[in-house]
């Protein structure tokens, strides 16, 4: 019933464990598989070490937090590892990141034969100069480093895309057009911060991060559901999803499979089974007898 595929990969349920949330160890993703994700999304990792921003990273605000890890991570040749130790029950996603295509491509070349798919993070609004959303602001950048990261691997390559430009469906048709086999919609808001009222100061060391959680569902919904419209890649669809009313949602809007991030932080892994069961009765109370009839059927 609940059985979906992503770019050819078959997929037990459509939850997917969303980069950046427990995903810098090889421990950690087989935790989340074996906790019912039907697939899981590394930390998002470069080809040399970052040690990113310094703490405080990450604080909570009304509707989710607000973070500036910096794309901290040991590299890809540390990450390697980590990789060669994860369970092959459940799809592996690398979400890899980096300043140029000739880096996207060299990290993706490195760990294709690891991986099931490659997820392309032009979208993180808290990276370094160069990096992340600067690269998914830019239509003809985005389909450059997608063109060289499909000519660099033969798995699939999706890319990650950030809400905060004028019009994301442009940029998802330059990624289509180059090439990509499908897209994940979104990556945190922002920048946004909070101040500390006792000290006047910004309480991230970077002043400001992404915002993540239930807060930016609606926008993400939107993205979601005017990107269908237009491309004829698969969606993935993320950003704020806590039970299994939101993925429904996403998937009526055109995503395919949905990612867990920000909600783990609240409900722990036990959220993947949580809403899987729930979609489960949702379903047989509604009729489905498969997700793939559910796709995207708001826009009919």
């Known amino acids: 019933m609940l059985e979906v595929e992503l770019c050819d990969i078959k997929m037990k349920n459509p939850t997917m464990l969303a980069a950046g949330v427990l995903g810098s160890t ?13 697939a899981v999304v590394t930390k998002s990792f470069g080809l040399h070490p970052n040690k990113g921003y310094v703490n405080p990273t990450t604080v909570e605000v009304t509707g989710g937090i607000i973070n500036a890890i910096g794309l901290s991570n040991p590299g890809v040749d540390a990450f390697y590892g980590e990789l060669e130790k994860i369970e092959k029950t459940t799809p592996t996603i690398a979400s890899i990141y980096g300043p140029s295509a000739e880096e996207f491509s060299q990290i993706a070349a490195k760990v294709e034969n690891l991986v099931d798919i490659i997820e392309l993070n032009v979208s993180c609004p808290h990276a370094q100069k160069g990096c ?3 690269i998914g602001a830019d239509p003809e950048l985005t ?3 997608v063109k060289a ?3 660099a691997v ?6 990650k895309l950030t809400p905060n430009v004028t019009d994301i469906v442009e940029i998802a048709l330059s990624a289509e057009k180059a090439g990509c086999d499908g897209l994940t919609l979104i990556n945190s808001l922002g920048p946004g911060m909070k101040i500390d009222l006792d000290t006047a100061n910004p309480i991230l060391s970077n002043k400001f991060g992404g915002l993540s959680g239930p807060a930016i569902k609606p926008v993400a919904l939107r993205c979601v559901f005017d990107v269908y419209d237009a491309v004829e890649i698969p969606v993935v669809g993320v950003g704020g999803i806590s039970d299994y009313r939101d993925a429904v949602e996403f998937i009526f809007a055109g995503a395919r499979c949905v990612q867990i991030g920000t909600s783990i932080m609240y409900k722990g892994l036990d959220i993947f089974k949580e809403i899987t069961d729930g979609m489960k009765k949702f379903m047989y109370n509604k009729g489905y007898e498969s997700i793939d009839e559910m ?3 708001a826009h009919k």
């Open 295 to 297: 796709v995207g059927i």
């Open 132 to 134: 992340g959303a600067s």
């Open 143 to 145: 389909g450059e480093i």
């Open 149 to 151: 990261v499909k000519n």
């Open 154 to 159: 033969e798995i699939p390559v999706i890319a």
């Open 26 to 38: 090889a421990a950690s993703l087989n935790w989340a598989a074996r906790s019912g994700a039907g």
